[in-house]
């Protein structure tokens, strides 16, 4: 079945970086759109960044632009989510979500001095 | 700063049928949003309900539909069951970017 998991996720200082990894299995990775998807603690979803099929167009929410950067390697069938300059609000639950869907059990990036 | 907006919360007795909307800041909501609903309930993770306006995943039951009302993204549950009781955000595409509302919270009492 489709299944996304993610990985990376952590307790970082702010400014420093961290890589966020979606390994998917059960479809073929290369043939979809990804997207990561942020929940802040006791707040709602906030799309982050979204890249197509082969990479060739990628978008950011304006928050992150300049800072995240989203990347696939449809060898591995592996998405990713390199974040630097990483700032205390940037807390939260990150989610892959395949698009349209599903989505993954997300991981936890929690940014505190 | 384009803001999609839903009902902070609305209230559907078990057995009833109850419509979440989501508006758009730019003006109506068309097909061309491919308007997404997702389910969150307490402690889980999001889980895709409905996809370009009214597509189901096989996973979708049956009851939830979507569709295009007065200018709006609608979810209609009808014969709502007490398990639905969760958090419903719409997420709307525009042209790269996408964005997701506020949130609906639906209590089932």
């Known amino acids: 079945q489709v299944q996304l998991v993610e990985s990376g996720g952590g307790v970082v200082q702010p400014g420093r970086s961290l890589r966020l990894s979606c390994a998917a299995s059960g479809f073929t990775f290369s043939a979809y759109r990804m997207n990561w998807v942020r929940q802040a603690p006791g707040k709602g979803l906030e799309w982050v960044a979204f890249?197509?099929?082969?990479?060739?167009?990628?978008y950011y929410t304006d928050s992150v632009k300049g800072r995240f950067s989203i990347s696939r390697d449809n060898s591995k069938n592996t998405l990713y989510l390199q974040m630097n300059s990483l700032r205390i609000e940037d807390t939260g639950i990150y989610y892959c979500?395949?698009?349209?869907?599903?989505w993954g059990q997300g991981t936890l990036v929690t940014v505190s001095s | 700063q384009t803001v999609v907006t839903q009902e902070p919360s609305l209230t559907v007795s078990p057995g009833g049928t109850v419509t979440l909307t989501c508006a758009s800041s730019?003006?109506?909501?068309?097909?061309?949003?491919?308007p997404n609903w997702i389910q969150q309930k307490p402690g889980q993770a999001p889980r895709a309900l409905i996809y370009?306006?009214?597509d189901k995943h096989s996973w979708t039951p049956a009851r939830f539909s979507g569709s295009l009302l007065g200018g709006k993204a609608a979810l209609t549950l009808s014969g709502v069951q007490p398990e639905d009781e969760a958090d419903y955000y719409c997420l709307l595409y525009y042209g790269g970017p996408w964005v997701f509302g506020g949130g609906t919270k639906l209590t089932v009492l």
């Open positions: 890249i197509l099929y082969d990479g060739s167009n990628k």
């Open positions: 979500a395949r698009d349209p869907g599903p």
């Open positions: 370009s306006t009214s």
């Open positions: 730019t003006g109506a909501v068309t097909s061309g949003y491919f």
